[in-house]
């Protein structure tokens, strides 16, 4: 009936019933986040607002982003033990040579005319006495007369290591500029740590992130910040992995990590992909702390990436069960950091790092993406050695478990129960899947449905653990970009966490993060350049969820019928929920058939009382005309949520439900 009147040109509508009364389950605040993991250039060259890339000289190659000129070499006996190369730059011996290094930074700098950007370094004469080094910012591919954009004088004096910094403000914008630094041409001098930073950053830190990408983060309103991944948890091999002790203390002594994306594609490799642990544990902390979340790290089990290491030389490439004493400790000694009183050890790190109150940490995840294998528990044997130790110490705190990297199969068949079993709080479902998946018609091979889309979590096990949605998006059909299409089916699929709150207590798409040329993995969820950004379409169904959350499930249906995202629902995918905060009743809508349909909404129950202060009802839609269509960097609204103001005194409405559109609706 309802194809059939959009086909005659009218708009079929279906009757919607929210019942105010029936307050449902409570929805989590943690139920919307932020996934981060340093892939695609998230953190150095991304979030972390650091313009130099290998700025302690620590790269294998120690040279790696550096060009030099005249007499230029490496030392390794610098003032930081865990990073201890620097450079000497001597006189080059001709009055017409000069000695210089020169630093590309991450696919060059973004510099904007007229700010100003704090450049720092280690510096000392070796000799004794004193030194002039000169700071440029270059437009280095200028077709001008002048490729200085800024510069700086910085006077070194003395045998000792000392700290000198200059502000530049360049004179006009330049996205891919280079810092030059000249040594003296009389006088050698050793540099180390050599850093630019803008001085405007997110909160005006030092050591801060970029103030752009830190914002888009806080708007997004999340209620739960997971970190530091993904499989950089796990690292290519244990030496890689992620290890968060590295992360904390004074930056110019925290050591340079792989990063493993950079191995990851070979269609998309980047061999100078590292991690500065410039933004680290403290920095993430500090970060939800900015944003009101939760922090939600996730650390080693002792498994490096099961993906890219065979679980049959164990031995070689994973910690043995009983060897795994280090690892929890370092999961102990992190509770310790985040909570510990400032007389403790690891409490005491974080109190010198300037936070003596403590951070509040309530979750925690073990393992990333670790399965078993069918003869061998590989993962719930070293899970469950976790497990026994921090449940007893840490009662306190939630613990996250994983039923691997796939959403259904034999891995995750196993580990379900087994999660149960152990006694996690929550675990970690990961699912990047196609457009049929999401819109729950993906079978199996024999032609069986896989418990897939909106209806997934309707009939999952109400007294196991509760569901952590860590890692999905929508991925194309050959289509792998942040288009239309794919975030309408997010927006249908989370319909189902949002009326099964009651298991599911969080949700972060991911990846989140990407730099326009520094990409491994699409689609993502913010796209940048070194001075632009953009939201992608699935950013705003993401804060739309996010923003619009809720407390409390309510009750809706839809001519009569529950609605539960199936069929018989004329592409109509939708939840309703009531909000103490707003004082609002909000109802979600997404419709991803091509019949422009109307809805009669129709508020039931409590809504008399309700009624004299809802005079208006606030529509938010999120739309396209073409299901291909993107945002970018030189069109970065072209999609966008519109909002409309309805005037309603009655508790009756008929809205619109357009073909491929996303709807808030808030009362
Ligand atoms: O999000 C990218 C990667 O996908 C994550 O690192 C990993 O957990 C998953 O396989």
């Known amino acids: 009936m309802a194809a059939m009147l959009a086909t005659m040109g009218m708009a079929a509508e279906h009757n919607f019933e929210i019942n105010v009364s029936k307050m449902g389950a409570p929805i989590q605040k943690t139920m919307y986040g932020i996934f981060f993991e340093d892939i695609n250039y998230a953190a150095d060259g991304g979030l972390y607002a650091e313009l130099v890339i290998n700025r302690s000289f620590e790269f294998p190659n120690h040279l790696a982003g550096w060009d030099v000129s005249g007499k230029v070499s490496v030392l390794a006996d610098g003032p930081f033990d865990k990073n201890p190369h620097y450079v000497r730059l001597e006189p080059a011996g001709h009055a017409h040579k000069h000695?210089?290094?020169?630093?590309?930074?991450?696919?060059?700098?973004?510099?904007k005319g007229g700010e100003e950007y704090r450049f720092s370094v280690w510096a000392r004469v070796p000799d004794g006495g004193k030194s002039k080094i000169w700071i440029d910012l270059v437009e280095n591919a200028t077709m001008g007369e002048d490729q200085k954009l800024g510069n700086a004088g910085i006077e070194v004096s003395g045998k000792e290591w000392k700290k000198y910094t200059a502000v530049l403000k360049p004179r006009r914008s330049f996205g891919e500029a280079h810092l030059r630094v000249w040594g003296d041409a009389k006088v050698t001098t050793d540099l180390e740590h050599v850093s630019l930073f803008p001085?405007?950053?997110?909160?005006?830190?030092?050591?801060?992130?970029?103030?752009?990408?830190?914002?888009?983060?806080?708007?997004?309103?999340p209620g739960v910040f997971r970190f530091p991944g993904g499989c950089i948890v796990e690292g290519t091999d244990?030496?890689?992995?992620?290890?968060?002790?590295?992360?904390?203390?004074?930056?110019?002594?925290?050591?340079?990590?792989?990063?493993?994306?950079?191995?990851?594609?070979?269609?998309?490799y980047f061999p100078d992909y590292y991690q500065s642990y410039g933004l680290g544990f403290f920095e993430y902390f500090q970060l939800c702390e900015d944003f009101g979340c939760e922090a939600l790290p996730v650390i080693s089990c002792g498994l490096s990436c099961q993906y890219q290491n065979d679980i049959r030389n164990e031995k070689q490439v994973h910690v043995a069960v009983e060897d795994l004493d280090p690892y929890i400790?370092?999961?102990?000694?992190?509770?310790?950091f985040a909570n510990g009183d400032v007389n403790t050890t690891?409490?005491?790190?974080?109190?010198d790092m300037g936070h003596p109150a403590p951070f509040n940490l309530h979750y925690l995840g073990v393992g990333n993406e670790q399965w078993d294998e069918k003869d061998n528990p590989v993962f719930t044997s070293?899970?469950?050695?976790f497990m026994e130790v921090l449940s007893k110490k840490h009662p306190e705190i939630k613990y996250i478990g994983t039923t691997g990297p796939d959403s259904?199969?034999?891995?995750?068949?196993?580990?379900q129960p087994r999660m149960k079993e152990l006694g996690v709080d929550l675990?970690?479902?990961h699912y990047y899947r196609n457009e049929e998946w999401f819109l729950g018609k993906a079978k199996d091979r024999d032609g069986k449905l896989l418990n897939c889309g909106a209806l997934r979590y309707d009939n999952y096990d109400r007294k196991g653990p509760k569901i952590f949605a860590g890692e999905y998006a929508c991925h194309g059909k050959g289509k792998k970009w942040n288009h239309f299409e794919t975030s309408l089916y997010e927006a249908a699929f989370m319909t189902g966490f949002e009326r099964n709150a009651d298991i599911v207590h969080m949700c972060t798409y991911a990846p989140l993060f990407a730099h326009v040329k520094g990409w491994q993995w699409r689609p993502d969820m913010i796209w940048y350049d070194n001075t632009n950004m953009f939201k992608t379409c699935s950013y705003f169904v993401q804060q739309l969820y996010s923003v619009y959350k809720g407390t409390n499930v309510l009750s809706c249906t839809m001519n009569q019928k529950p609605l539960a995202g199936q069929d018989d629902q004329d592409g109509l995918f939708a939840t309703a929920c009531f909000d103490k905060t707003m004082n609002a009743v909000i109802l979600k809508v997404a419709n991803v058939s091509n019949d422009n349909q109307s809805i009669r909404l129709n508020w039931t129950g409590k809504a008399k009382d309700i009624k004299a202060g809802y005079k208006e009802v606030e529509m938010i839609t999120l739309s396209s005309y073409q299901m291909d269509a993107e945002n970018s960097l030189d069109d970065p609204l072209k999609i966008a949520p519109k909002t409309e103001i309805l005037s309603n005194d009655v508790n009756v409405l008929s809205v619109p439900a357009k073909a491929f559109q996303v709807y808030v609706f808030k009362k």
Do not use: C, S
């Open 346 to 351: 690891w409490g005491k790190v974080r109190a």
């Open 382 to 385: 070293r899970l469950k050695k």
């Open 329 to 336: 400790q370092d999961a102990l000694d992190l509770i310790e």
């Open 199 to 221: 001085v405007d950053t997110w909160k005006g830190r030092e050591n801060g992130m970029r103030k752009d990408l830190a914002q888009a983060l806080a708007d997004l309103k």
């Open 427 to 429: 675990y970690d479902e």
């Open 408 to 415: 259904e199969g034999w891995k995750f068949d196993m580990l």
């Open 238 to 268: 244990l030496e890689t992995r992620y290890q968060w002790k590295n992360t904390v203390g004074p930056v110019e002594n925290r050591p340079l990590n792989e990063n493993r994306w950079h191995y990851t594609f070979t269609k998309r």
């Open 99 to 111: 000695t210089m290094i020169e630093n590309r930074g991450f696919f060059g700098m973004g510099l």
